[in-house]
Every structure is written in structure tokens, then in C-alpha cells.
């Protein structure tokens, strides 16, 4: 029962264009949505988060944006650097504070 | 101030013997997650624990594999009488008593073959 799912398993985008990674859930008592970058052989990285009150989250080069009836999140990451090449997850939470994971998104920045 | 620490990196064992994971979370942190990552995977939610409480273990096998966190000293993952499907990467976080829990922030991970 997969309910947070990243469909894109991978995605390819040229350095200083926009990258988009969506992230669809089903669990309506998700409040709290995360991205994660993970680099290999290394831990997850936090990068960003948005509470379910909001509808967007900026920082940096790094905007969220969540869409609570279409339960759908996306990460857009402006301009794109060949250093963001990674796995990104998008994680969420319910109360009780463990994190639902997606599958990720394979990330990758061409010069 | 030192991130979460995990060790060993890597671990080999053998069908059969013990595996103990550990993890020291950040200074001030008093909430220590444990998380899997099968090959080509998401990390899939273990255990939530907090100084010598176990708060969530709703993710975690229900024989062979258990998790503690004394009072003093890191938190341990252990699986006993491991298999080859054990192989994964464990990966152990934390989240501070005050402030956000949802944030948490991940160790580099134990890297489980089993032979």
C-alpha cells in the first residue's frame, strides 16, 4: 500500500532550467510534507518542508508547492545546478511523527 | 555540532548471526528514528523511539529485529538470525525534543550484506 508515490522514476534537465519532481499521497490525515536529497552511499538530506495550512513554501532556488485536493506536492528547483543532481524523496507525515516515504526521483543536471 | 553518527558503515554477516546497528543523534536531539532502504526503494519507517521508550515500533518485523535507546549511549538496531533479505541500508534519524519533530535529520547509514 503505497501512499505517498513519485511517479517519475528519473529526470533529466539542462543546467539553468527549471526541474519539476511531483509527488502524489493518499492519506488525508498527512499534515506535514518533506523533500528529502540524497546523494550515494550518503544519508538523506533535508531540503525543504510545507505544513498543510500552506500552499507554497520558498527557499532559495527551492520552492513547494501542495495542492490538498488534488493531494499533489511538487518541488521546483530554479535554476538547476549540476550539483542538485541526486535521488530527491518526498516524504509526509501524520501525527505521530514517523515519515512515509515516495520512491524518489533520480535527478539529473546536464552541463 | 556533530551530525547524526552511525556505525558501523558497512557490515558483513552470515546467514544466521547478529547484526547491531548503532546510532548516536545529534547533540540536544531526543527523538531517534530507524528507517530502511531496500534496494531501488523509499526508506520504509521502523521504529520511533525516545529516551528509553519505545513510541512507534509499527514498521518493524515482528521477529528477530528489535530497538533500543537507553539513557545513556547510542540507540540500538539489532536483527538477530539474519537473512539475505535483511541486505539493505538502515538508516537512523533524529529530531529534537523542542522545535519541529517532523524535521528530522538522517545519519549516513549501516550498510547490511548478508552473506
Known amino acids: 500500500d503505497q501512499q505517498v508515490k513519485q511517479n517519475s522514476p528519473s529526470l533529466s534537465v539542462q543546467e539553468g532550467r527549471i526541474s519539476i519532481l511531483n509527488c502524489d499521497y493518499t492519506?488525508?490525515?498527512?499534515?506535514?510534507f518533506l523533500w528529502y536529497k540524497k546523494y550515494p552511499a550518503e544519508g538523506p538530506t533535508f531540503l525543504i518542508s510545507?505544513?498543510?495550512?500552506?500552499d507554497k513554501n520558498e527557499d532559495g532556488r527551492f520552492t513547494v508547492f501542495l495542492n490538498k485536493s488534488a493531494k499533489h506536492l511538487s518541488l521546483h528547483i530554479v535554476p538547476s545546478q549540476p550539483g542538485d543532481s541526486a535521488v530527491y524523496f518526498c516524504?509526509?507525515?501524520?501525527?505521530?511523527?514517523?515519515?512515509?516515504f515516495g520512491g524518489g526521483t533520480r535527478v539529473l543536471v546536464k552541463p | 555540532n556533530a551530525g547524526v553518527m552511525q556505525n558501523p558503515r558497512h557490515l558483513v554477516r552470515r546467514r544466521g548471526q547478529e547484526a547491531r546497528l548503532r546510532c548516536s543523534p545529534m547533540?540536544?536531539?531526543?527523538?531517534v528514528y530507524w528507517y530502511r532502504q531496500l534496494p531501488e526503494e523509499g526508506l520504509k519507517f521502523m521504529v520511533y523511539?525516545?529516551?528509553?521508550?519505545?513510541?512507534?515500533e509499527s514498521g518493524m518485523p515482528k521477529e528477530r529485529f528489535s530497538a533500543e535507546f537507553p539513557k545513556e549511549g547510542p540507540s540500538i538496531l539489532r536483527i538477530q538470525q539474519v537473512v539475505r533479505g535483511d541486505s539493505a541500508a538502515y538508516f537512523c534519524?533524529?529530531?529534537?525534543?523542542?522545535?519541529?519533530?517532523?524535521?528530522?535529520?538522517f545519519g549516513p547509514g549501516t550498510r547490511l550484506t548478508v552473506t
Open positions: 510545507i505544513s498543510s495550512i500552506k
Open positions: 534519524a533524529s529530531s529534537p525534543l523542542d522545535g519541529d519533530p517532523y524535521e528530522q535529520y
Open positions: 492519506n488525508s490525515m498527512f499534515d506535514y
Open positions: 516524504a509526509a507525515s501524520a501525527p505521530g511523527n514517523k515519515l512515509t
Open positions: 523511539l525516545q529516551k528509553e521508550n519505545i513510541i512507534d
Open positions: 547533540k540536544g536531539h531526543s527523538h
